[in-house]
């Protein structure tokens, strides 16, 4: 999988579950004061993503730190490719 | 719509609020009275005796605004609504809790967001009912106080969607009700209500009249959602079923207007 097409998996991912516009979903925006997420969200938003890569990352301290749409594509990819070596 | 004379509102307003008032202070008189004799006559824990108690005063509520509000319940009867179940209601008005006293059974925990609690008069009663505020909690702590409440053979009811409509249609649905009723096996009610956004909507503090109608659906069952995520195809399905159910009770409410002309 391509980074391109690990960056569509999880807008296409999150903007189902969320009901979110997929033009919404640009790397800068912040996911809770743009997309409207909040701390109830990010326990559904682990199940979503470790649906999509079929990994665990619920008990992933990183995950705490995730603030935009692009941490979460930086953290996704850092962790395909780390499990791919 | 029919007109509404400003009258009949001014009146409507003062009935509703002023009775509501001295509702209020009756049941909060009278609540240690009626402890008692529910603690000697049931044992009750005196949370199961608040909830009760919060219960009788949403009966009085449907009693009080009976000359302004045309309420109907329908769909399940009394004895068709499990016990021990995950009620989920769709969110219009503030006074959508109020109607809750329709429901058959008087042991329903409310799980809800923190700002309920953040009125005080609400929040001594809210605490001693062992309502469950989720966002203080998280979804963790919350399924596993539930859990506890529906092995006990209570109920706990969500408004998925958080936060009242502001246009009227179902909003995206939180899952942590979803999440309960997978983890304990229980079944999930849905209620679909109607009217409340025309009686108080957000934003306005003046009652109006309205017809108000709940609908309590049939349970459905969590045994084929037992897998991972399994919870959120059953948020999905409940979703899908309330929103198909509120459009069926909006064009049912539209062809009594135009008959009613």
Redesign the interface.
């Known amino acids: 999988m391509t980074e391109q097409e690990v960056i569509n998996t999880i807008n296409i991912a999150l903007a189902e579950e969320f009901e979110l516009e997929l033009d919404e979903m640009q790397p800068d925006v912040s996911i809770y004061e743009d997309l409207g997420l909040d701390s109830l969200d990010t326990v559904d938003m682990v199940i979503v993503l470790e649906g999509a890569f079929k990994f665990k990352i619920r008990e992933e301290a990183e995950v705490k730190e995730i603030r935009t749409l692009g941490d979460i594509h930086s953290f996704v990819i850092k962790k395909i490719t780390a499990e791919s070596k | 719509m029919p007109v509404i004379s400003s009258t009949h509102i001014v009146i409507m307003n003062l009935w509703v609020y002023g009775l509501l008032a001295l509702w209020t202070l009756l049941g909060v008189g009278l609540s240690p009275l009626a402890s008692g004799y529910l603690r000697l006559r049931y044992r009750w824990s005196t949370d199961r005796i608040v909830r009760h108690l919060i219960w009788l005063y949403g009966r009085g509520w449907l009693l009080l605004i009976s000359p302004f509000i045309d309420f109907k319940r329908d769909g399940l009867g009394d004895e068709e609504v499990p016990d021990g179940c995950v009620f989920v209601i769709n969110h219009l008005s503030f006074f959508d809790t109020y109607f809750m006293g329709a429901l058959p059974h008087s042991d329903v925990t409310f799980a809800v967001r923190s700002w309920p609690f953040k009125m005080f008069w609400y929040r001594f009663f809210m605490r001693m009912a062992n309502y469950l505020e989720?966002?203080e909690q998280?979804?963790?702590q919350t399924t596993e106080q539930g859990i506890q409440i529906l092995n006990k053979g209570g109920s706990v009811l969500f408004f998925p969607e958080?936060h009242r409509s502001r246009d009227g249609q179902l909003q995206?649905f939180?899952?942590?009700a979803f999440q309960l009723a997978v983890a304990s096996g229980r079944p999930i009610v849905p209620l679909c209500i109607s009217g409340t956004g025309v009686l108080l909507p957000p934003g306005r503090k003046s009652l109006h009249p309205a017809s108000v109608r709940l609908r309590i659906l049939p349970p459905v069952s969590v045994e084929s959602f037992q897998h991972?995520?399994g919870h959120?195809q059953l948020r999905k399905q409940v979703k899908g079923l309330m929103a198909q159910t509120l459009a069926e009770m909006s064009s049912s409410a539209e062809s009594a207007l135009v008959k009613g002309r």
């Open positions: 989720v966002e998280g979804w963790q958080g995206r939180y899952s942590g991972e995520g959120l």
